[in-house]
């Protein structure tokens, strides 16, 4: 497998991942394999939340190869939903404030119209 130019990091440790269970299967002793300090049973990885949106989407949209066994956590599609709603909540926000300037600009023709009625009433 080669790196592809469109995903250097993606594809960069899929082949590490690939070299590193071949390394583990061909060239280490049983013993060596069952060190558990060697090999822990959780990875962490640090990633952003717009890193984590645009994976999700890969993994929903089918993009990624089937070998690489995807899986995303329920934390994982909770933090990308929470993110779509803040992305909501801000759009409502700008709706508002767009409503709020009409508002303020039919007040201000009301008020002109109220002065015309005012004035043609004297």
């Not at 329920?74 to 926000?93: R, Y």
Request: proline share 2%; glycine share 0%.
């Amino acid at each position: 497998m080669a790196i592809d130019e469109k995903n250097n990091e993606e594809s960069f440790l899929l082949l590490r991942a690939e070299i590193l269970s071949e390394i583990e299967l061909h060239l280490m002793l049983p013993y060596q394999r069952r060190k558990k300090n060697w090999f822990p049973e959780i990875l962490y990885y640090e990633a952003s939340v717009e890193e984590l949106k645009k994976y999700i989407k890969k993994v929903k949209s089918g993009e990624l190869e089937a070998e690489s066994h995807q899986y995303l956590s329920e934390a994982i599609l909770n933090i990308s939903q929470f993110e779509d709603t803040n992305e909501e909540l801000k759009k409502q926000i700008n709706k508002i404030s767009q409503f709020e300037n009409t508002n303020k600009e039919l007040k201000e023709q009301i008020d002109k119209i109220y002065e015309l009625l005012a004035s043609k009433m004297d």
